[in-house]
């Protein structure tokens, strides 16, 4: 229901293939150019994006004319709607976050308590919150998502050709979201962490 309900709030079509998508600033920080360089990527491979943020006027033009050639392929909207926000996060496969640094981020975190499976670049606190699916990972049932580096549109576009693969392959989708759905970073688990730390202060 999700699924459909976000296809029709971006006018796409309803064919098969993973949903991509985007919930960020549009900026030279957050890689909103390399999303705008791999959006045509993402048809060509067979699956949809979804874009919704603002920010510099040469990231949202790009994407608004990507959207244009590709209109039942590429939805952007540009500003920021919560709503809208939670929906891309309940229906879409894939979530997006290409940054060139990223102190924490957030937006892989709600990825992962959705379900949806996180592409991120291997920076800051996206390589330290999430596990990327190689094989090692997969075996080891550790992986949540999708790591690519260095940071460039060649290697973004190389970690789709990856997101793709496993997409094909229902079982291996569906033990990486499952995955990431049991991934914790509540504050019950830090809080118990701070805990411990105190205790064993107190004692020295």
Known sequence: ANRQHLLEKFRLDDAPGPIFAAITRLTWQKGGDMLADVAEYICYKGGKLGVLGKGEASVENALLAAAGRYPDRIG????????????MHGAGDVVVQPSRFEPCGLTQLYALRYG????????????ETIIDANDAAFSARVATGFQFHPVTSDNLRSAIDRAFEAYLDPKKWARLQNQGMKADFSWERSASQYAALYQSLAKS
Do not use: F, N, Q
């Open 116 to 127: 949806a499976v996180p592409l991120v670049s291997r920076t800051g606190g996206l390589s």
């Open 76 to 87: 952007v909207k540009i500003g920021y709607d919560e709503a809208t926000a939670h929906l």
